[in-house]
């Protein structure tokens, strides 16, 4: 039996398809198997997996296209690894990818999925760089706003997950939806180097379906956060959504009186590490502001204002950025 199965499920991906499979296929990792499975694509991208003639390539294809969910649920459950790892049609494993996530998750027996970060491709040229939390206990306070992995970076070990499979309903959000369902069950990581490179294009769900994605994860986030705070306002839920979503035009004095309210709340309660809660807190906290400099000065003051800006230092160099966007933005209004 191969050590891991990756995991690839694929719809009309001719146009990035080679660059994918060819980058799996340049591992420095090789007991594994590459379960393509085709869902029902009408363009090219059965005849181009078939072009390849490496025995570690596995190629399940369906007549219909029943979507991405279908596809990974029965790819977990054709998978003959100890591990499965993710990937994307569209995107780039490093060479060094498998290697060092198998190390890892050897090394972790209880940690159940471990993602890495991700560097942008866009209109073919390497751009940003994008890092998640580390460690478990910051992942799971992350899922409070957001999803704690870049989907296509993770390798989850099968016995962790495949009681549960990926959920079939909040379509375009299933992983955040996954994530919330198995952080009572298993340790989560990622490791803060780069390992795949992440393709930004006009045709990614995400960037289709987006209006439908940020409902369904906001019902996510609801639920997640009920987890937590069983009585909350719809009022005090808008501006957690807001915050979440790192929204411009936020009410920020809202937004720093819900943040240290949550902060509160798990002072009493004790569902996380409370230096870790105000690590994570204060980033969000950071971010809001960072957004939101058309205040101008008042922004900056507010900023400070919150004991959460001591629990969270951004960089010299974005700090420095912020506070001089908030003057300039100061002295535009003048």
């Not at 719809?11 to 499975?37: H, K, V």
């Not at 369902?181 to 987006?210: D, M």
């Not at 009022?235 to 957690?240: G, I, K, N, S, V």
């Not at 035009?249 to 509160?264: F, P």
Request: proline share 4%.
């Amino acid at each position: 039996m191969p050590k891991v199965t990756v995991l690839m499920p694929v719809f009309n991906g001719e146009a990035y398809l080679r660059d994918a499979i060819e980058s799996i296929l340049g591992q420095t990792f090789d007991d594994y198997e590459f379960l393509i499975i085709d869902d029902g694509s009408t363009d090219s991208s059965p005849d181009i997996v078939k072009s390849f003639s490496d025995p570690r390539i596995r190629f399940e294809r369906y007549d219909d296209h029943c979507g991405t969910v279908h596809a990974l649920n029965n790819g977990i459950r054709l998978s003959r690894g100890k591990y499965i790892a993710r990937m994307d049609a569209d995107d780039i494993s490093l060479p060094h990818r498998l290697e060092n996530q198998v190390r890892f998750m050897d090394a972790h027996p209880d940690t159940g999925i471990c993602g890495s970060g991700i560097r942008i491709i866009k209109k073919g040229k390497l751009k940003n760089r994008r890092y998640q939390p580390e460690f478990d206990q910051e992942l799971k306070i992350t899922l409070l706003f957001n999803t704690c992995f870049f989907h296509p970076t993770v390798i989850m070990k099968k016995a962790a997950i495949e009681h549960l499979l990926y959920p079939k309903n909040f379509v375009y959000t299933q992983d955040y939806n996954f994530w919330t369902r198995l952080a009572p069950e298993t340790r989560f990581a990622n490791l803060p180097e780069i390992l795949v490179y992440f393709r930004e294009h006009a045709r990614q769900i995400s960037q289709k379906k987006a209006d439908l994605q940020k409902s369904n994860a906001r019902r996510i986030r609801e639920s997640y956060l009920h987890s937590m705070i069983h009585d909350i306002s719809d009022d005090e839920l808008e501006t957690h959504h807001q915050v979440a979503e790192t929204r411009e035009g936020i009410n920020l004095t809202k937004a720093k009186k819900w943040l240290e309210h949550l902060v509160d709340l798990n002072t009493h309660q004790h569902v996380y590490s409370t230096d870790i809660f105000l690590k994570e807190v204060g980033r969000k906290w950071w971010l809001c502001c960072r957004k939101n400099t058309q205040y101008g000065k008042d922004t900056l003051d507010l900023y400070k204002s919150s004991y959460l800006h001591n629990h969270y230092r951004p960089s010299t160099l974005k700090y420095l950025k912020f506070f001089f966007r908030c003057l300039t933005r100061e002295s535009s209004d003048e």
